[in-house]
């Protein structure tokens, strides 16, 4: 099973600044690799797919980055509906599997 | 608009066997891959079970496997979760998402509890 560890387990920041968030794989996934915004009470939503690729209604501030065992998920400019939980998860292998998530906090 | 609504949940003993069902609408259900992912109260996201667009292909976690069926009616857009011989590690809230790049979108998800 490929295990995926997110740095750091949390992350304090204020509105408008830059949140740089890691997703490490234990053996490559290639660039199947997703990103899921979840906030308290809610399901999680789609971020970025395929390591890069924004789903569909996501601002541009969000962007995604890697290839193999090294990812991340960059918000250019926190914005106050952005503090949340974010997991990274692979469909490169089975059993598909979540990263245990970072929680992006208001600091 | 694009929406799933899973029902089914509950409490159930250990042991017991419940249900689950999720309705989908304002896309094309025969055409996409469909997952149950779960969360236990308090934890992360853990994945379930996949099944293709015509049900020939099925793929499940190893520990629910032989235990969950996953099932679809095309015609009815509807997505099936059958769960037997439940444990207290089954307990979460178990979401419906379509494939699509990724799990997109979710439903807002339905409660089981394995308890005595």
């Known amino acids: 099973e490929i295990v995926l560890t997110h740095s750091p387990a949390t992350l304090s920041l204020s509105p408008g600044e830059r949140a740089t968030l890691s997703c490490r794989a234990s053996?490559?996934?290639?660039?199947?690799l997703a990103w899921y915004q979840q906030k308290p009470g809610q399901a999680p939503r789609l971020i970025i797919y395929d390591a890069s690729n924004r789903a569909t209604g996501i601002p541009a501030r969000f962007s995604g980055s890697g290839s193999g065992t090294d990812f991340t998920l960059t918000i250019s400019s926190l914005e106050p509906e952005d503090f949340a939980v974010y997991y990274c998860q692979q469909r490169s292998n089975w059993p598909w599997t979540f990263g245990q998530g970072t929680k992006v906090e208001i600091k | 608009e694009v929406q799933l609504v899973e029902s089914g949940g509950g409490l159930v003993q250990p042991g017991g066997s419940l249900r689950l069902s999720c309705a989908a609408s304002g896309f094309t259900f025969s055409s996409y891959w469909m997952s149950w992912v779960r969360q236990a109260p308090g934890r992360g996201l853990e994945w379930v079970a996949n099944i293709k667009h015509d049900g020939s292909e099925i793929y499940y976690l190893d520990s629910v496997k032989g235990r969950f069926t996953v099932s679809r009616d095309n015609a009815k857009n509807s997505l099936y979760l059958q769960m037997n011989s439940l444990s207290a590690e089954d307990t979460a809230v178990y979401y419906c998402?379509?494939?699509?790049?990724?799990?997109?979108?979710w439903g807002q998800g339905t409660l089981v509890t394995v308890s005595s």
């Open positions: 998402a379509s494939l699509y790049g990724g799990f997109d979108p």
């Open positions: 053996q490559s996934v290639s660039s199947y």
